[in-house]
């Protein structure tokens, strides 16, 4: 038999995904695979009824329902307080997970690099990789997780640079980029004329004080800006695979022919059954900052009561925590041990970092408050199980 597709043979197994089934394993609570546990809103479930009977039913507009991308582009310009078209600037995409390698196969060709802050979620590197393209890394420095600007300028200076991927709010880590951060990379990219993705997935998931800037409101960053989002956090629809892109006509017109390629379109009932849900008021957002932010406190307070030290994350519904107290050696062993033995199911940080750290165990805490206080009493014995 000929060979595989050496590039695809080198995709690593997704660690996210892996502790998800060691969860199912050992009947761990898994607060590995980052994905809300609770009922979406009932204005989305209730719309997704009628529509399962009324359609639509078929394709849809290969870049998105006409109705469902109007619905879209009036909540993002209210947000971002741009003034970005329904037609010319958004492609409709399978989660946000598409949209990020559509946003790569549209700017980036074979033999180009692309500047990617470490650590960073899991799908970056092997995208990058697929596109042809090669990941240059800088580093960002536990526990406030900022960069060096000197590294960053230097990284980006290498001709064969096309594109920077910026996630903010930042998986794993729960950073949140201030306003000197961010025109600090929005100076670079234009002084390199780079290309900027942004991954913005979890802009309504951010703690006091913190804010979310969306990086193409800053001066110039609109015309080499590619935003990428869905809605799958912002409303608790994971399995809704409704995710989007923005950007300049120029690169949007190419990005359509990109995921017409990859997946025709997404899927039709669904877009009609969220348009419910992007004609929330301001309010809707308000409480889910609030709700996340009692979850947050509800987590964090346990592990403080336990002793089991983390980095308090800014934005996201992530906590990396500490585990350079127990005599594990391996965060991945830890994580094995800790999902057999106490029951309870995170990441081995160690999968997004590029460079040699194990000291981080990544949970999530997007579950009902029963399930976060089950968690945390079953790691009442850790120190005692696992040391």
């Known amino acids: 038999m000929k060979s595989l597709n050496p590039c695809a043979g080198e995709i690593p197994v997704s660690a996210i995904h892996t502790m998800t089934e060691v969860a199912y394993e050992y009947d761990a609570i898994n607060l590995s695979q980052g994905f809300p546990s609770f009922t979406p809103p009932k204005a989305l479930t209730d719309r997704l009824s009628e529509v399962t009977h009324g359609g639509p039913n ?3 507009i290969s870049y998105g329902a006409a109705n469902f991308r109007e619905a879209l582009t009036q909540k993002v310009n209210r947000f971002t307080k741009m003034d970005f078209d329904p037609d010319e600037n958004v492609v409709v995409c399978n989660g946000c997970t598409e949209a990020l390698l559509v946003a790569l196969f549209t700017v980036v060709a074979p033999g180009d690099k692309v500047v990617v802050f470490d650590p960073c979620y899991e799908n970056y590197v092997p995208d990058i990789r697929m596109a042809g393209a090669e990941p240059i890394f800088v580093q960002l420095t536990p526990p406030s997780f900022s960069f060096s600007e000197e590294e960053l300028d230097r990284a980006c200076s290498d001709p064969a640079v096309k594109a920077l991927i910026l996630n903010n709010p930042h998986n794993p880590s ?25 991954d913005e997935v979890y802009e309504h998931i951010v703690y006091e004080p913190m804010e979310h800037i969306y990086f193409c409101t800053l001066p110039g960053m609109d015309r080499r800006t590619i935003m990428c989002s869905s809605l799958s956090e ?64 509800l987590f964090c307070s346990g592990l403080d009561a336990l002793g089991i030290p983390y980095i308090q994350p800014q934005g996201t519904f992530y906590v990396l925590c500490d585990i350079s107290g127990f005599s594990m050696g391996s965060d991945t062993r830890f994580a094995l041990e800790f999902a057999r033995r106490v029951g ?19 949970f999530h805490f997007a579950r009902e408050d029963r399930i976060l206080n089950d968690a945390l009493e079953r790691m009442v014995p850790a120190k005692r199980l696992l040391d």
């Open 344 to 362: 309870v199911a995170g990441v081995p940080a160690s999968y997004f970092f590029q460079h040699p750290e194990r000291r981080y165990i990544r």
């Open 234 to 297: 912002t409303f608790s629809i994971t399995g809704w695979r409704l995710g989007y892109l923005y950007g300049p006509k120029e690169i949007v017109d190419t990005a359509k022919r990109v995921h017409e390629r990859f997946s025709n379109s997404s899927s039709a009932p669904l877009m009609e059954a969220a348009v419910a849900g992007l004609m929330f008021p301001d309010a809707y957002y308000e409480a889910l900052k609030a709700t996340y932010t009692a979850k947050r406190r």
């Open 174 to 198: 729960g950073k949140v980029f201030d306003r000197d951060e961010l025109s600090a990379i929005a100076h670079i990219a234009e002084k390199h004329d780079l290309y900027v993705i942004t």
């Open 58 to 60: 078929q394709y849809a």
